[in-house]
């Protein structure tokens, strides 16, 4: 079993919709939890970072994360053309020795349909 | 790009050769990293940095060596390229912080 499991899609949506994009994890030390935008042919941008188990929400863009059941989502509110791009979630291990190391996973490729 | 470029930004070479890639900082960050991404892996950890001279390897770091003499740069030598080795290498970069900022990427191709 994978680390860490992410629903590669595509995923198409209209213009407006609420998109759900979500990841499931295997390694119980993990305690922090990224999501990052790529679009074609540039780096990964980070867009939310949490630790704890519930929502942060930023803009049109919340983070939910359920360590009990090792899953995380992030989900788009109002969804937008601009917001097309593969969207990656990412994961890492508490405080010291080599835990700053991200764990990915393959990242979602997401299209908004004017 | 939060301060971080990348060189060259493409290139082809052939089977055998040398290539060193490079990544500068502006930030002054402790750690930096070298990921490859390619289709249906997602981004792999090859080598990273946590201080000058201080480096270590990653998941997947056969065939690649690096080097930091210096806080900002970060080489990535690949010392006897591969047609495998045809990937997107991205480098990032983090303080003490969780957060890892990528530079735009580099595209090689070996023939």
């Known amino acids: 079993q994978k680390e860490v499991e992410q629903d590669p899609g595509p995923l198409s949506v209209p213009e407006g919709a609420i998109v759900s994009l979500n990841c499931t994890y295997s390694?119980?030390?993990?305690?922090?939890f990224m999501w990052y935008r790529q679009y074609s042919r540039k780096g990964p941008e980070l867009l939310m970072y949490?630790?704890?188990?519930g929502n942060k929400e930023d803009g049109r863009f919340t983070a939910q994360v359920d360590k009990s059941s090792k899953y995380i989502s992030l989900f788009i509110r109002d969804s937008q053309p601009s917001d097309s791009a593969t969207y990656l979630c990412?994961?890492?291990?508490?405080?010291?020795?080599?835990?700053?190391?991200?764990?990915f996973g393959k990242g979602t490729l997401l299209t908004v349909n004017p | 790009d939060a301060g971080i470029t990348q060189s060259p930004r493409h290139k082809v070479t052939e089977t055998g050769t040398p290539v060193t890639l490079r990544c500068h900082q502006t930030?002054?960050?402790?750690?930096m990293y070298w990921y490859r991404q390619d289709p249906g892996h997602g981004l792999r950890l090859i080598h990273y940095?946590?201080?000058?001279?201080?480096?270590d390897k990653g998941e997947v770091s056969d065939g690649y060596s690096v080097s930091r003499s210096k806080t900002e740069d970060f080489l990535l030598t690949l010392e006897s390229a591969t047609s495998s080795q045809t990937s997107v290498y991205f480098c990032?970069?983090?303080?003490?912080?969780?957060?890892?900022?990528f530079g735009p990427g580099t595209r090689l191709t070996v023939l």
């Open positions: 990412a994961m890492r291990g508490g405080s010291g020795g080599s835990n700053y190391k991200l764990t």
């Open positions: 930030e002054n960050h402790r750690y």
């Open positions: 390694n119980s030390a993990f305690q922090y």
């Open positions: 949490t630790y704890s188990s």
């Open positions: 990032a970069i983090s303080e003490f912080s969780n957060e890892q900022f």
């Open positions: 940095s946590y201080g000058v001279k201080d480096t």
